[in-house]
């Protein structure tokens, strides 16, 4: 079964604990990433990353979109808690390689996002070779528009991606119910939602729902 993660990108902590508690007291940590969002990073820094490990006991992912000294970002957030964080693929290979090192040393994972990378597929091949742990295809929706792509496009890049990368591959960008399915169908490991949980009118129900979805 693919890994659902949720995105908690709201600068609020409060609401980011509630949601994350009232879906993990519900559904438990199976299958379950919590998402600790840049927004909350840039407002909260470690005490939102402790905060929300502590609340809720989850693999976390410290969203924090790494551009340079990827040892030292990856020793603050996997010691205030995250399981995992972030670096963007624009960065460096020696950005990347020093965030790999030091994960190493603390059991952490690396995520290389590719959001808005010109040549996302080529930049995948290439950060594969490096050895990170998961490779996000991350196309947000206003580009998704721009580039013209369509749902079907983006699943047979996916899939492309899938046959080359050693890399878990994770997927983002606007992941509305319905569309989960055809992802993992693609080959996508891990599936990222933001707002269709966490702004929907009941978060549980909807995360239950996703993981029905790519069950």
Request: aromatic share 4%.
């Amino acid at each position: 079964m693919a890994i659902l993660q949720i995105a908690l990108d709201t600068h609020d902590l409060i609401t980011a604990i509630r949601i994350a508690s009232s879906i993990v007291s519900e559904l438990g940590c199976e299958n379950i990433w919590i998402e600790a969002g840049t927004p909350l990073i840039k407002s909260w820094g470690i005490i939102g990353i402790d905060s929300l490990k502590k609340a809720t006991g989850c693999f976390l992912v410290a969203d924090t979109k790494t551009m340079d000294t990827g040892d030292y970002e990856a020793e603050i957030v996997l010691g205030a808690g995250a399981n995992a964080f972030s670096i963007l693929s624009l960065a460096s290979d020696e950005t990347i390689r020093a965030g790999l090192e030091q994960a190493r040393k603390m059991n952490g994972l690396v995520i290389v996002d590719l959001i808005n990378h010109p040549n996302p597929v080529e930049r995948a091949i290439e950060i594969d070779k490096l050895g990170v742990d998961i490779i996000l295809y991350h196309v947000g929706i206003d580009v998704q528009k721009k580039r013209g792509l369509t749902i079907d496009q983006l699943i047979d890049e996916i899939i492309e991606l899938k046959k080359v990368l050693k890399a878990k591959l994770a997927v983002a960008g606007g992941i509305k119910h319905g569309r989960a399915k055809p992802l993992v169908e693609a080959g996508a490991d891990i599936i990222i939602v933001g707002s269709a949980i966490t702004k929907a009118e009941d978060p549980v129900e909807s995360t239950r729902r996703f993981l029905e979805e790519i069950s």
